[in-house]
């Protein structure tokens, strides 16, 4: 899921919040496949609300879908947050968590800083954002979380037809 795509307007490089997200491979097994398994519902759960949303095509658009976003995102980490990784996978779990939180505020201060007019300071922290998403993407993938590195869009569940099961 990622807010700097959605800031296209800025023109900041997409996938800023890789976040909620959280999709998987196959782990360990046990605890590993479980807390995979439950990431992936999580996130394909808030990658379909993203996809729901109107699509982004003006700053208003940005300035209304926005607070949209970052609701569903802080719902979906408070679910994460509440999941228990493997232990092996604890220490990566725990900073991809903080980054995607680190993610969610950078992006409403973004917003704000659209709202206020300041474009210079939205892209500035766009670019904070985007780049600790690459940082948040590189552990999700390494957790085998493939829905927490999916960068849906909004509007694109009007173009994209997709099967869950």
Same mark, same amino acid.
């Given at each position: 899921?990622?807010?700097?795509? $959605? ?29 995979? @398994? %439950? +990431? ?7 990658? $379909? ?27 979906? =980490?408070?679910?994460? $947050? ?13 900073? =991809?968590? @903080?980054?995607?939180? !680190?993610?969610?505020? #950078?992006? %409403? !201060? ?11 300071? +939205? $892209?500035?922290?766009? +670019? !904070?954002?985007?780049? #600790?998403?690459? %940082?948040?993407?590189?552990?999700? &993938?390494? =957790?085998?979380? &493939? ?5 849906? %869009?909004?509007?694109?569940?009007? +173009? ?6």
């Amino acid at each position: 899921m990622s807010y700097v795509g $959605r800031l296209k307007l800025l023109t900041v490089p997409a996938a800023v919040l890789a976040l909620a997200g959280c999709g998987g491979s196959s782990s360990s097994s046990g605890n590993g496949a479980k807390f995979v @398994s %439950q +990431a992936n519902r999580i996130c394909a759960d808030v990658n $379909r609300k993203f996809a729901s949303l109107p699509a982004i095509n003006t700053t208003a658009d940005l300035l209304k879908t926005g607070p949209e976003e970052i609701s569903a995102t802080n719902s979906a =980490l408070a679910k994460l $947050r509440a999941l228990t990784p493997p232990s092996d996978k604890k220490a990566t779990a725990d900073q =991809l968590i @903080s980054g995607l939180t !680190q993610e969610t505020a #950078l992006i %409403q !201060q973004v917003v704000a800083a659209i709202r206020a007019g300041n474009l210079k300071k +939205a $892209r500035s922290l766009a +670019a !904070q954002a985007s780049a #600790l998403n690459a %940082q948040d993407h590189a552990k999700a &993938t390494s =957790l085998g979380l &493939t829905e927490c590195t999916k960068n849906v %869009q909004p509007g694109s569940a009007n +173009a994209t037809s997709t099967s869950s099961g």
